[in-house]
């Protein structure tokens, strides 16, 4: 393939964020340092795998020892190069790497693919050579692909920039799905199951250590790439959060699916465990957060990445998604519709009439949806047609499945084909799908025909599922912006319960009338203000998580009982921790009538404060049914966030409830999240827990409050 395409759209995009990435991506000329005669080494097998593709750009071998490699001119090094490349293979031990690194960088090669391994993978020291690496390649502008990283191809331009042995069983199947994978050698697993499936995935970039280039990056230019529709991403886990984040934005604003296989699931440690929050809060849940935030779809392995890739580059996308289906089996109709309903997938019954109708030419059919048009569309084909027209005209689906199974492979199928594809022709712009079981050549036919073809029907379901959730976040609204909270003057060390109420009042953050009270006499004032009952808490920085040392006394009803308990509060705290600063009691009036609910925020090592929020009591501590965001955001978010969790029937007025004020919740969720993205990084986490979310019209209130700031 000739390169004026990728040059041109790399001169429209010089503005972009991720265009610096096109040397290395998409290169005109390649030098090879360590180069080698034997096409099956690490040296060899790029240069075996272009010549054999025909690639259209320049090879530039690098070996001292050679004139020629595999019958290209080789060069003794890189300053003996009749051209500067675009960019450079390095396939030489670690210990001659810097000074490979070092000669491209004075050359002025714009970009390295770097196989070498034994840097950070292996120790600090490795770790150490690593940053060297770095620092050399940006004095001169230079990006790094890896370096312990299996490449890149793009089969579109007979670009193999990589030593897989994928290739020995075949080339990629063209198409428009591109892949970005953290793991090399998982990397090319998805790539040959693609191809294996015949589905197109010809382009695959494999980041290894990520000492300079990340997957996020190559999201990104995969996102502003005209020959790329989908986006396939294997993670491990994420270490760079802005590039990630820009590129999350640049696909959604692109209108390009992205499906990610994130694993690993880890405990975030050190102090974070020491918040409430934290402690249900993991790296994963975080990643999940931000995946969620930008409309990326998580497969749960790569069965489904690749149903759901596939199935996307037919570009529907439904915002308002429903389902019909048409079927020649009940059993399945009742499979699929049991799965529909457990992803949330509507199936609208079919209109009265259209049933009526149907019955009258098939009196034993299932028209309701799934319309059963039994087997009789064998003795009769032009039934085919007359079910899934009506299906598709009356009932106005904007998805389409038809379960065919082992009819696809009858000697009637190809009049029935016909039949589907005459609606398909006449009823366009929806999503068609077909779950059938044929041969590979039948099913080329049909993917030709416009159908995506999937032989299991849950599978299918899900895929179907998944366009209408991308399509969602295509046509979401532009968020409201985050609410404007005063500068945020964190104290030097963790405030009290007192303090941190003070403060989150300055960003408007309600709580429970209260005082500060250092004496028994000033304790019963200030209850008999607010009106008994109320609550006694035992005030001290150094006590954050009170009830686990009896420090909360609750229902204290009277002036006797304030008065024993602040005596006994006291106690409770010099025998739990007798070094604690104890500034004396926090008396606060006990809320009635609400529910509880808990927000909060940690710090994520990547993404910056996440925000949290969840009904109390088990909901929490068991349940864990939560739900993050990162800060800051506004109140059309906070309020969607509420309305997500699975415990939300509480707050809206179940089972003869009062509604929750669900607007007061998400003021102050909303309030939180700005007060935490200005507190910066000082700030460790925010516990609000419980806050009371009272009937609707009546606010909402923090009860509890801790916030943790570095030491």
Not at 292 to 303: C, D, L, Q
Not at 341 to 354: H, N, R, Y
Not at 464 to 479: E, L, N, S, T, V
Request: hydrophobic share 45%; aromatic share 6%.
């Amino acid at each position: 393939m000739a390169f004026s395409h990728i040059r041109n759209w790399e001169s429209s995009t010089t503005m972009s964020r991720f265009a610096g990435l096109t040397p290395l991506l998409a290169p005109q000329s390649i030098a090879v340092v360590g180069a080698s005669s034997d096409a099956t080494r690490i040296g060899g097998r790029p240069i075996a795998y272009m010549k054999a593709q025909n690639f259209q750009g320049t090879l530039l071998p690098i070996n001292p020892n050679r004139a020629e490699i595999q019958g290209i001119k080789a060069y003794p090094s890189v300053s003996a190069l009749p051209e500067t490349p675009d960019a450079a293979i390095v396939a030489v031990p670690a210990e001659l790497a810097t000074q490979a690194i070092e000669d491209l960088a004075a050359r002025g090669c714009k970009a390295v693919v770097m196989f070498t391994a034994g840097f950070a993978e292996m120790d600090e020291a490795g770790a150490v050579a690593q940053q060297k690496l770095v620092n050399i390649a940006k004095t001169s502008g230079m990006r790094i692909l890896g370096p312990n990283c299996l490449g890149v191809f793009d089969a579109r331009r007979s670009y193999y920039a990589t030593f897989s042995s994928s290739f020995d069983s075949g080339w990629p199947v063209m198409g428009r799905i591109g892949i970005a994978s953290q793991s090399g050698a998982y990397g090319t697993h998805l790539y040959t199951l693609a191809r294996n499936r015949g589905i197109g995935a010809s382009l695959c970039v494999m980041t290894g250590n990520e000492a300079d280039v990340t997957v996020g990056e190559c999201i990104g230019w995969l996102a502003e790439n005209p020959e790329v529709d989908v986006i396939a991403v294997y993670a491990e886990g994420i270490r760079e959060s802005e590039g990630l984040i820009a590129a999350l934005q640049a696909a959604k604003d692109a209108r390009k699916p992205v499906v990610m296989q994130k694993v690993g699931r880890s405990e975030l440690g050190g102090k974070a465990a020491q918040s409430h929050t934290a402690s249900i809060a993991g790296d994963d849940a975080v990643t999940e957060a931000v995946m969620n935030e930008f409309g990326v779809f998580r497969a749960v392995n790569s069965e489904q990445m690749l149903d759901i890739a596939h199935t996307a580059t037919r570009k529907i996308y439904p915002a308002r998604n429903t389902l019909g289906v048409i079927t020649v089996s009940g059993g399945a109709g009742v499979l699929i519709s049991d799965v529909a309903e457990s992803l949330g997938l509507q199936m609208p019954e079919m209109p009265v009439a259209t049933q009526k109708k149907l019955r009258e030419l098939v009196p034993f059919c299932a028209p309701r949806n799934p319309v059963d048009a039994t087997a009789q569309v064998s003795n009769d084909v032009t039934l085919v047609k007359t079910f899934t027209e009506s299906m598709v005209r009356d009932g106005g689906y904007s998805s389409v499945l038809g379960f065919f199974s082992m009819t696809a492979s009858s000697r009637r199928w190809p009049s029935i084909s016909e039949q589907l594809n005459q609606v398909k022709a006449e009823n366009p712009g929806r999503l068609y799908v077909l779950s059938v079981i044929v041969p590979p050549e039948g099913r080329d036919k049909l993917e030709a025909d416009g159908w995506v073809v999937h032989e299991d029907p849950t599978r299918a379901v899900t895929a179907i599922d998944a366009m209408g959730r991308f399509g969602a976040a295509f046509d979401a609204p532009k968020p409201a912006p985050a609410p404007t909270v005063p500068p945020v003057k964190l104290p030097a060390a963790t405030p009290t319960e007192a303090e941190a109420k003070r403060l989150l009042a300055e960003a408007g953050i309600q709580s429970a009338p209260e005082a500060a009270c250092a004496t028994a006499e000033a304790a019963v004032a200030a209850a008999e203000r607010f009106g008994y009952p109320v609550v006694m808490k035992i005030l001290s920085p150094d006590i954050l998580h009170k009830s686990e040392i009896g420090g909360v006394l609750l229902d204290v009803s009277d002036a006797a009982g304030v008065r024993d308990g602040f005596a006994l509060l006291l106690e409770r705290a010099k025998q739990a921790a007798p070094a604690a600063r104890i500034e004396g009691v926090l008396v606060a009036k006990q809320l009635k009538g609400g529910v509880e609910c808990i927000m909060g925020i940690i710090r994520d090592p990547v993404f910056g404060p996440m925000a949290m929020f969840g009904l109390g009591g088990i909901f929490v501590e068991i349940l864990k049914d939560v739900v993050f965001r990162r800060c800051p955001f506004g109140e059309d978010v906070a309020e969607q966030m509420i309305r997500s969790i699975k415990g939300a029937p509480l707050l809206q007025g179940a089972r003869g409830r009062p509604p929750a004020d669900i607007k007061a919740l998400a003021t102050m969720l909303s309030r939180l999240s700005a007060f935490a993205a200005a507190g910066g990084e000082k700030l460790v986490s925010i516990d609000l827990n419980p806050v009371f979310a009272m009937p609707d019209g009546q606010g909402a209130f923090a009860a509890d409050a801790v916030i943790e700031v570095a030491g």
